[in-house]
């Protein structure tokens, strides 16, 4: 195999200018096979930290009251309690759950709010808000409010509020400003807007309101528990898994942001598989170039093929020269378009820290490795062929030409 | 003496039907160890048909095929391979050498090919095989720098690095001038006396037949010796 290796390797060099053209060729289907990858991957980073980036990846609250049957032993008659739609549903353990939660692996954060709603007032205006209460020192753990800050400050006191940027705009108020806010369970209090941020989705910015846990203890007559607890993953493609494995332990109800999200995952699956479809016509066209440039080399070779049959060379030996040749015109290909690749995107910043407009190729996600593969693995399958025509020739029509 | 090799009754027809032609007629011939041979006959004969069935590159229509004990009429295509390997040697008229290679990696070819690399040894045996035909100079040149004489020779050291016990000729000087011809056939006759190799030379050349001890001629199908 050794021998067979080196004919294989005599014979690209034999033609440097032919082996090269190839081996750029295929670099070139790998260059474009690793920029596809890094692009659709890249992509998807950008997309979901645009969109998933500022909301809580898993969010834990008290399961759902089903409706209880009240006659249970009777075959007859049906009485059942209604289920509970107006009243919300509190979760009161969760000091005992928190723990637990933060210990577990994966988990980059979590934060216990208590959630309602409630008008914000001042003077004639009212503007309807979904008021947030959170512990004062994770005002920024799940949307990060304070890189999203255009005026004040994050520090949550008790007699403070957190508005967003069309909120304020609505109500004609800056920071430092007093507004009052009344909550649905007729709690009013005056409250000292300490900042103002503008995350850039509507939702938030004209229609949220954060003060701390304690105010939203009062504002909503809820002396204890909380709705809910949101939390971080550090991985967010871990949040079904950990959701599942969440309501598994606690018999709580843990919802993976993926479940609101359902119309982004099936543009970043579309997306991935248009990209899988360019990744697949850049093999096969590899396959194809290698396959044909062999396929000729082959046959201006016949005599020598002959000769070396003639001198005992087996099939198996022939068909082994060919393979090789494929084999070390893909792997060369796939070393040199690899190597190019990451050369071309190692300089765009990493999709998390891409400028708006800059084109999200995310260097780490290249598949390099499975560039190299892929691209050898085909070149072999390539020469196939080619090594099948060569061990045919029959050294008796080729030597006495 | 003792007998190499022997064919009975050896049929070869090439295509069908009424394109059939019978070239071979049921042709005998024994050759003994250490024979320094001529194969003559008229263009068309059959004398490459029957060079290239005795070199186990083509299959008879019938009839046996023996050497060295061995039935080559029944082997399977990687059997006769191997047997090549060991025991045929073969310089033909054209297309004798492998291009990209130089005069010592082509003569250490059949070794090579057997041990899946090229020993030390082999080497060695190839620089001496090149020495003997006279072209120590010419060791490492590419088979593409050497002229139609030097060609040849390395294509008889080639042949003789297995020391197979036969060596089948096509017509090797069939492109030579006569200067060249001669020293090639002197050679081959130097290292039939010395090392007992037996050679089977086809020719249409009466002064190269002159260098052999016996001459096969091939008429009609069959073979008869002068
Ligand atoms: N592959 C083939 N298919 C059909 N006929 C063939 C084939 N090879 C040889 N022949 C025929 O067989 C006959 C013998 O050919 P062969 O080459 O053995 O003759 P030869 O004696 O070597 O002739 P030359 O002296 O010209 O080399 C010729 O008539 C030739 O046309
Ligand atoms: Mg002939």
Redesign the pocket.
Known sequence: MLYGLKIALRYLTASKGQTGLLIAGVAVGVFVFIFMSALIGGLAVFLLQRTVGDIAHVTIEAPDRDAISLLPDSPDVLVVQQRAGNQRTLLRTADAFLPLIEALPGVAATSQQIVGNGFVVRGQTRAPVGVTGVEAAKVSDIANIAKALVAGSTDLTNSGVIIGSGLAEDLGISAGQVVRLQSDRDVERTLVVTGIFEIGVDALDSRAAFVSLATARTLFAQPQGVSRIEIKLADLNQANDFASRIAAQTGLKATPWTQGNAQLLDGLRAQASSGNLIKGFALITIVIGVASALLLSTYRRRPEIGIMRAMGASRRFVVGVFVAQGTLIGLMGGLIGAGLGFLALAPFPVPELAPPGGLPVDVRQGAYGLAIVLTTVGAILASILPARSAARVDP??VI?Q | MSELLAIRDLVKT??EGDAE?R?LKGLDLQMETGELSALL???????????TIMGTLLQPTSGQHTMLGTDLTHASDAELTGFRNRHIGFVFQFHNLLPDFTAVENVMFPAAVFAGRETAAARARARELLARVGLADRMDFMATQLSGGQKQRVAIARALMNKPELVLA??PTGNLDRESANQVMALIGEINSDEQTTFLI?T?DETIAAHCRRRIL?SDGRVSTL
């Open positions: 008796v029509s006495g | 090439y295509g032609t070239v006959g008229p263009s068309g004969s059959g004398k490459s048909t029957l060079l096509d017509e086809s249409h091939v």
